[in-house]
């Protein structure tokens, strides 16, 4: 279902909100997103605001450049970013909604570690 969800890194800095369906959230097993803990919820833009914080965002880019991997540079904490899969929508990190219980959500899986092959895997189910 729906809803409407706020978020933000640790120190408070970045604060977003986002309409966005749970039953969507993904983990992916690549380097980068493994050592992040990153729950992926990919939304088109329309559905994700920037709040507060734009200012204290810096990016991330390594191998392709696509991903824009967003942090905030107080806290160094990953709420969102613009992902190599979809480079014209928003992914926003599930661990920073706001009360949100991750126990009680049904993930689904991508295999990141073999990306190219997991992206034509996904295409072909499209």
Known sequence: MTQVYEG????GRVRFRVTADLSRVSE???????????LHLIVPPE????LSGK?????YRFNTGVAQH???TTCGIHPFYVPRSDPDKIDVNVR???GIDIATLKLSRFDGRNWEHAME??????
């Open 8 to 11: 933000g890194c640790h120190c």
């Open 28 to 38: 992916c097993n690549c380097s980068i997103c493994a050592k992040k803990g990153f």
């Open 47 to 50: 559905s994700f605001e920037l």
């Open 55 to 59: 200012d204290a965002l810096t990016t």
């Open 70 to 72: 967003t942090f905030c």
């Open 96 to 98: 920073c909604l706001d």
């Open 121 to 126: 895997r996904r295409m072909s189910w499209g």
